[in-house]
């Protein structure tokens, strides 16, 4: 009989000092428990007429030490969490404050076109080429076919570096297709994602800086036919199975022949209209064959290679897709505008 006590006070003594407390709410429970009016130690302080005389005063050392060890732990507990409480106040960190909402940011819309068209031409085996938005003279016109004093210079309003004649931000992603041509020989199949530039009076429809994404594949045997799959299958997976294109002959001095593709948008409303021209097509790129004057200024061998180029405009395709009326809605980075768009890209 008096054994079974003395095992259970040894259990309490040990249940005392493994306790582990790491909070307030913790240590008044173990206060409760151990030290409380009520605590578990005063029934069994009762049993010592149950213990045998020559064991006695053994049992009321060992409750008194279980007594003991419970008040000193408790202390020891409580001044460690009071400072620690008060180290946390001093810090101003209250952590029974309530939290505040986390705010998800979205992708702008320009990003979700632009990540969008880079993972349809990723899926056709094309990767991504990224250049300089400072470029020269060079890589922007001349090997691009456009020399100095040639007109279509004059397509493209551009922004000099200041007291230079040769140092430009680029006015179209074009410019990449040097820059890799002069660097890796064919087969290249990239495209180039990127911001450009041109001196234009900013309004609804306009803007001096815009986005556009370059294509460019070259090989042996490449034709327009090659091309026109290719940006049918672009348009398809970007605008529905159903969607309609048509190519129109047009000019660009690095493609000979050359052409700009429109999509069908529609005429069903007024507003249709107005942004199609009452045509019902909405032109989205440019293309054509990659001229041989190009290949031979960037050093590929225009006998042996040839291929095509296409040079697409984000911020319409984006105004398109989410109806979107000004451009400059894109550049503004007004919160309440931006957070209105979520994608999965
Ligand atoms: N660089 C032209 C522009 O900004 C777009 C363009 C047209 C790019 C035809 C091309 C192309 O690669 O083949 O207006």
Sequence with gaps: MSEQIFGELDAILAEIQSAEISDLDQLEAFRIKYLGSKNILKPLGGQIRNVPNEKKKEFGQLLNKIKQEAAAKYQSLQDGLAQSQSENQAAGIDFSAPTQELRVGTRHPVSLVINRIIEIFTRLGFTIAEDREIEDDWHNFTAMNTPEHHPA????????????????????????????????????????????????????????????????????????????????????????????????????????????????WGLKTERDHKITKGTGWLEILGCGMVDPNVLSNCGIDPEEYSGFAFGMGIERQAMLQYRIGDIRMLFENDVRFLKQFRSAY
């Design 153 to 264: 210079r004059d397509m493209q309003d551009t922004f000099y570096l200041q007291d230079s004649t040769t140092r430009l931000l680029r006015t179209h992603t074009s410019s990449v297709q040097s820059r890799v041509m002069t660097s890796q020989q064919p087969p290249i199949r990239i495209i180039a994602p990127g911001r450009v530039y041109r001196n234009e009076t900013i309004s609804a429809r306009s803007h001096c800086q815009f986005h556009q994404v370059e294509g460019l594949y070259i090989d042996k045997n490449v034709s327009f036919a090659d091309m026109k799959q290719t940006l049918l299958y672009y348009a398809k997976e970007m605008y529905g199975e159903d969607v309609r294109i048509r190519l129109r002959p047009s000019y660009f001095p690095f493609t000979e022949p050359s052409a700009e593709m429109d999509v069908y």
